[in-house]
């Protein structure tokens, strides 16, 4: 999907140069340097040997809009027609060609290690005709582990505003209303991509989008990258044109120690400071637009290990109406502690959708790794498909020629190849590390792909975990990592969740090496262990997520949070296990607060949290706990859709969830109905894509590589073979070889008169809409 997707921006560049701007307008252009992350995106491709055609990634590294152009005929400057020469054929899919950018605005407020981004920007349809129309493709990439929270949108006065809503009431609505599909989907995990239709040529476009991500902690810093890199292609040309560039940064970091600025992208002022709290802005007049992504960021004030117990009490519609807390647990920057000795077993699928770039980068992983353990910690390999192989049958120590022999192992035993079959290296890496003391015992689960007995094995970790509990093990942390959607991220997580271990991703080859190298770093990195809460037993009621307290690292704030009847003392007792087994205890100051946006900062791991609980124990009534969650803080969820309401320019907006649901009840949805009103004045249905799924087991079962889009359309050739009758397969097949290759430089007009003679001779609608290379403008 994000091949086509930079294959077709690629056309719909080629086709932008068919645009006459006027005579002085090339000297006026702005030339701007390649983007930074564009530049890392070239240097990754080359370093896999890709041809020259390929090394420039066209994939969006800022908001950006896009005509969707499926003739080419009606590309052209809507101000100063051209007239250029008619160009034959369409483009499927159409070619995207970037629109030209008058606004960029940046607003982002952090809370903990949480962020909203909201972005607006405003776009003009430059290279559609006056009189044509084209729909045009929004594409909104996300910082660390993104999430689409809303949309706004404003053309020709059209208004569209982003509801959540049940998929049952979605789907009702979209058949009352007549909506059309927003075809909303993700690329690579963090590009959430929709359409919008019928916009006419020389319109303005004005986007409203807004997300979440989270701070990268590390080092005692707290770390914000927002995408912000725009590439020269949407720079307007003329000379009086004005770009500015405006971002607002808002710091509320919940605790009651001094915010340490350290570094950022933009030059910031700042507005204003207060203990745990900091505001600033970035203005500027601008030749180009930023090329390079907005970074920020800042340390918490204190060398010792400290934290806090946050209360607040629900909003005034919320319908869950128990008190909220966040218990937060700050390791500090100074830090003389001896370190825990750790025990590793790195559990490595190897089944045949592994096979290249995943595994390969997954070996490269593991490799620096084992470097960076030291001589009396131990490690151990376990590949499997389905079958099992070990490095060793007995947890080999972490010397350098233990792991040259490791490194020589994964080189010459690791072959993608086979099925998958989860459970038994699962159970051979709890029998390895069934006799550590004074260490961690770390089981690093890496897979592609869903299994069907997946709750047999949440089943038998916890009775694994339940059976070695003591009062001074430490049992083992199993930190999972999944690669590309095939496989089931709440699986993954619910078994990190049991184990006190960690559970990140990747959604494309290209970042597993960084990203398990990340996770591997922070889940090794133990400062404090068996971590419980006390004080808390008189409560009428509690409810924690997550369930298990996971332990503190050295690199991240530890918080855990819940909601909770009854009254909540003053102060929480804290205990837990230093690395040489002494205990610690801590006195955890409560305090009640209103000015932070506690439920929505907290809303979207409470989700995850709860989505894979309600996986595990398949609860119609924790399903509809998460719906309505979703609902009412504007979290996308597994059980909800998005929808873009239609409203003409002028009106009021649809009301909140609280009066949808009103009109649920009320069956008064109909309300909405536009009837047989153009597609220009529907609703637009942008489906449960938000959601990552709960895996694919046929996918899983084909063997089909991560990345790779089940049920993809066939090409043009593909096409053009399906749709006409044996008997004309060989007239067919000449007008492939002919015009339809992709390698074809240019289309020819003998070409487009041999297909219109075939399409009429077979009187086949599939053959009127196939792809025809556009060179014309080379």
């Known amino acids: 999907?994000?091949?086509?997707?930079?294959?077709?921006?690629?056309?719909?560049?080629?086709?932008?140069?068919?645009?006459?701007?006027?005579?002085?307008?090339?000297?006026?252009?702005?030339?701007?340097?390649?983007?930074?992350?564009?530049?890392?995106?070239?240097?990754?491709?080359?370093?896999?040997?890709?041809?020259?055609?390929?090394?420039?990634?066209?994939?969006?590294?800022?908001?950006?809009?896009?005509?969707?152009?499926?003739?080419?005929?009606?590309?052209?400057?809507?101000?100063?027609?051209?007239?250029?020469?008619?160009?034959?054929?369409?483009?499927?899919?159409?070619?995207?060609?970037?629109?030209?950018?008058?606004?960029?605005?940046?607003?982002?407020?952090?809370?903990?290690?949480?962020?909203?981004?909201?972005?607006?920007?405003?776009?003009?349809?430059?290279?559609?005709?006056?009189?044509?129309?084209?729909?045009?493709?929004?594409?909104?990439?996300?910082?660390?582990?993104?999430?689409?929270?809303?949309?706004?949108?404003?053309?020709?006065?059209?208004?569209?505003?982003?509801?959540?809503?049940?998929?049952?009431?979605?789907?009702?609505?979209?058949?009352?209303?007549?909506?059309?599909?927003?075809?909303?989907?993700?690329?690579k995990g963090n590009i959430y991509t929709f359409r919008i239709p019928q916009i006419a040529g020389g319109s303005m476009i004005s986007v409203k989008v807004s997300w979440s991500q989270k701070l990268v902690c590390g080092g005692g810093q707290f770390s914000l990258d927002v995408p912000f890199s725009f590439p020269s292609f949407v720079n307007p040309i003329g000379t009086r044109i004005c770009r500015r560039e405006k971002i607002m940064l808002n710091v509320n970091s919940g605790i009651d120690k001094e915010i340490s600025f350290k570094s950022s992208s933009h030059g910031l002022t700042e507005l204003r400071r207060e203990v745990g709290k900091i505001g600033f802005s970035y203005e500027a007049q601008v030749n180009t637009w930023s090329i390079s992504n907005f970074s920020f960021s800042y340390s918490v004030c204190s060398a010792d290990l400290f934290g806090g117990v946050l209360l607040q009490s629900?909003?005034?519609?919320?319908?869950?109406?128990?008190?909220?807390?966040?218990?937060?647990?700050?390791?500090?920057?100074?830090?003389?502690?001896?370190?825990?000795?750790?025990?590793?077993?790195?559990?490595?699928?190897?089944?045949?959708?592994?096979?290249?770039?995943?595994?390969?980068?997954?070996?490269?992983?593991?490799?620096?790794?084992?470097?960076?353990?030291?001589?009396?910690?131990?490690?151990?390999?376990?590949?499997?498909?389905?079958?099992?192989?070990?490095?060793?049958?007995?947890?080999?120590?972490?010397?350098?020629?233990?792991?040259?022999?490791?490194?020589?192992w994964l080189n010459d035993k690791l072959l993608a190849e086979g099925g998958t079959n989860i459970l038994p290296p699962l159970q051979q890496a709890m029998k390895l590390l069934a006799e550590t003391t004074n260490s961690i015992p770390l089981i690093f689960l890496v897979t592609d792909g869903t299994v069907e007995d997946e709750?047999?094995?949440?089943?038998?970790?916890?009775?694994?975990?339940?059976?070695?509990?003591?009062?001074?093990?430490?049992?083992?942390?199993?930190?999972?990592?999944?690669?590309?959607?095939?496989?089931?991220?709440?699986?993954?997580?619910?078994?990190?969740?049991?184990?006190?271990?960690?559970?990140?991703?990747?959604?494309?080859?290209?970042?597993?090496?960084s990203q398990l190298q990340r996770l591997f770093t922070t889940a090794s990195s133990v400062l404090m262990a068996n971590i419980s809460m006390d004080c808390l037993e008189h409560l009428d009621s509690l409810e924690l997520l997550p369930s298990s307290i996971p332990d503190l690292t050295t690199g991240a704030p530890l918080l855990v949070s819940g909601r909770y009847d009854g009254i909540f003392p003053e102060s929480v007792k804290v205990t837990g296990t230093w690395a040489d087994m002494t205990k610690f205890t801590m006195d955890l100051k409560v305090k009640r607060t209103k000015d932070l946006p506690l439920d929505r900062v907290l809303a979207r791991r409470q989700i995850d949290l709860l989505t894979a609980t309600t996986w595990l124990s398949q609860s119609k009534e924790l399903q509809e706990k998460v719906a309505k969650m979703s609902i009412q803080k504007g979290i996308p969820s597994e059980y909800t859709s998005m929808i873009l309401i239609y409203t003409d320019k002028g009106e009021k907006p649809p009301e909140t969830h609280l009066v949808m649901e009103v009109f649920s009840k009320l069956n008064s949805l109909k309300s909405l109905q536009l009837g047989t009103e153009s597609a220009e004045k529907q609703n637009i249905y942008l489906g449960s894509s938000l959601g990552i799924g709960f895996g694919n087991l046929v996918a899983t079962a084909r063997n089909t590589p991560p990345g790779t889009e089940e049920g993809k359309q066939p090409d043009a050739a593909a096409k053009l073979v399906n749709a006409a009758s044996s008997c004309c397969g060989v007239v067919a097949d000449r007008l492939c070889s002919m015009c339809f290759i992709r390698a074809c430089s240019h289309t020819s007009n003998q070409c487009s008169i041999l297909a219109s003679q075939i399409c009429a001779a077979l009187a086949c609608f599939e053959c009127i809409s196939f792809c025809y290379e556009i060179c014309a403008c080379e």
């Open 314 to 408: 629900p909003f005034l519609r919320d319908f869950e109406e128990r008190q909220m807390f966040c218990l937060h647990l700050f390791p500090g920057t100074n830090q003389p502690r001896k370190a825990f000795r750790k025990e590793v077993v790195f559990v490595v699928d190897i089944s045949g959708s592994m096979k290249g770039d995943p595994l390969e980068n997954t070996k490269n992983a593991i490799l620096s790794s084992l470097y960076k353990l030291n001589q009396e910690d131990s490690f151990n390999i376990i590949a499997f498909n389905r079958e099992m192989y070990l490095f060793s049958p007995l947890m080999e120590p972490a010397t350098p020629e233990t792991i040259v022999k490791a490194n020589q």
């Open 1 to 187: 999907m994000a091949g086509e997707f930079e294959t077709s921006v690629a056309y719909g560049l080629k086709l932008s140069k068919r645009i006459y701007y006027g005579k002085q307008s090339a000297a006026a252009a702005p030339a701007a340097p390649t983007p930074p992350e564009m530049v890392r995106q070239m240097s990754r491709r080359s370093s896999t040997g890709g041809g020259s055609d390929q090394q420039i990634s066209y994939l969006p590294t800022a908001v950006t809009v896009y005509a969707m152009v499926s003739e080419p005929e009606a590309v052209d400057n809507p101000d100063v027609p051209s007239y250029q020469p008619y160009v034959h054929g369409r483009c499927d899919p159409p070619a995207l060609i970037p629109l030209h950018m008058y606004g960029a605005e940046l607003e982002v407020d952090c809370c903990l290690d949480h962020a909203r981004v909201g972005f607006a920007g405003r776009w003009r349809v430059h290279c559609v005709k006056t009189g044509r129309t084209c729909d045009c493709r929004v594409a909104v990439p996300m910082g660390e582990k993104g999430t689409i929270l809303s949309v706004e949108v404003e053309v020709t006065g059209r208004l569209y505003h982003s509801r959540l809503m049940t998929a049952d009431d979605a789907d009702e609505l979209s058949k009352a209303s007549k909506a059309v599909g927003g075809d909303g989907q993700y690329l």
């Open 455 to 513: 709750r047999d094995i949440c089943s038998f970790v916890k009775a694994s975990l339940a059976s070695e509990a003591t009062g001074t093990s430490i049992s083992p942390r199993i930190c999972t990592f999944g690669i590309g959607s095939y496989c089931n991220h709440y699986f993954l997580q619910m078994l990190a969740q049991v184990s006190k271990g960690h559970f990140d991703c990747a959604f494309d080859a290209d970042s597993v090496d």
